[in-house]
């Protein structure tokens, strides 16, 4: 680790933050609202497909001045430290390039404000969003035993066709990111959307039938797992990764032990866009030792390098 303060930051908060790739765990009480660190944001909802209401944050492309970087991503955070709502305002009339991520398979979206912080501070809008069952999106029966739900794709379909609307988008330039579960529905859209321009994922599986064995082992206390209900088999990165137009990055640790490396290697291989994989050195598949942390800040700028290449 480089930073001793993310380190110490890590060692708060980050043992808070639920195990991925396991199994469904949603949690309805955001940790933290962006507004306490000083950030600019707009809270939002949109209708699915099927008429259900989904909460999201959006946040506009801004500078640092007024927020309390130093505690972004910690959380709670103490009252004595806590910042009053900031006016939404949008720093000029420009249409700028928005990353879309939505939560992995545990908790909520107050615990990818740092993602967006990353992100919004080098000049993107990013819209985050909570799948139904997750925090402020409408109910919806979550079995804790699933590893996701197909009609989670609604969900992600109804925040990019949301943030395309708004004036402060380019709705020509549209990227996604997503982590763990939030990586293979990301990977799903940018394959049967036309209107994604780049993709980044990190701890990506290659196909249900490859990672469920795998879990089944790691947690054997834990019931089987099985494949989505209709999740669309043509959708798995694997299967999808040579109909994909987009431009893709994908990130794994070389120790994590749930998406190993050689998955992400496959969809590799069989993509034919433009794309790029990192491999991390001693990075795990969530936690401390996730790759966004034990190569810290290093992370975010390649992430942030993408985006403005390829948007």
């Given at each position: 680790m480089k930073n001793s303060r993310f380190l110490f930051l890590l060692c708060v908060c980050v043992v808070a933050i639920p195990e991925l790739a396991r199994a469904l765990k949603p949690e309805r009480q955001y940790k933290v609202r962006p507004y306490e660190y000083g950030i600019i944001y707009d809270e939002v909802t949109?209708?699915?497909?099927d008429g259900l209401k989904i909460k999201g944050w959006f946040f506009p492309a801004q500078d640092t001045t007024h927020?309390?970087?130093?505690?972004?991503g910690w959380f709670p955070l103490a009252d004595s430290v806590k910042r009053h709502p900031r006016a939404y305002q949008r720093?000029?009339?420009?249409?700028?390039?928005t990353i879309v991520i939505p939560v992995g398979d545990a908790?909520?979206?107050?615990?990818?404000?740092?993602?967006?912080?990353?992100?919004?501070?080098?000049?993107f809008n990013v819209l985050l969003?909570?799948?139904?069952?997750?925090?402020?999106?409408?109910?919806w029966p979550i079995d804790q035993e699933e590893l996701s739900y197909t009609e989670f794709l609604f969900d992600y379909d109804a925040a990019i066709d949301y943030v395309k609307t708004r004036p402060e988008v380019d709705s020509t330039k549209i990227g996604l990111f997503g982590y763990s579960t939030g990586a293979y529905l990301s990977f799903a859209l940018a394959t049967k959307r036309s209107d994604i321009r780049a993709f980044a994922g990190r701890g990506l599986i290659s196909t249900f039938a490859d990672v469920i064995p795998i879990l089944n082992k790691l947690f054997p206390e834990r019931p089987p797992k099985h494949r989505p209900k209709g999740y669309p088999e043509d959708l798995e990165p694997l299967h999808a990764a040579s109909a994909v137009k987009s431009a893709v990055l994908l990130v794994v640790g070389d120790k994590d032990d749930r998406t190993p490396p050689w998955m992400s290697q496959n969809v590799y291989d069989r993509l034919r866009s433009a794309k790029e994989l990192w491999i991390i050195p001693n990075a795990e598949h969530s936690g401390m030792h996730a790759p966004e942390y034990i190569n810290y800040p290093e992370f975010f700028v390649r992430?942030?390098?993408?985006?403005k290449e390829h948007l």
């Open positions: 949109f209708l699915t497909s927020i309390n970087n130093k505690y972004v720093p000029d009339t420009l249409r700028r390039e908790g909520n979206m107050s615990y990818t404000i740092f993602y967006a912080y990353h992100l919004f501070k080098r000049g969003f909570d799948w139904r069952g997750f925090g402020e999106s409408a109910d992430l942030a390098s993408f985006f």
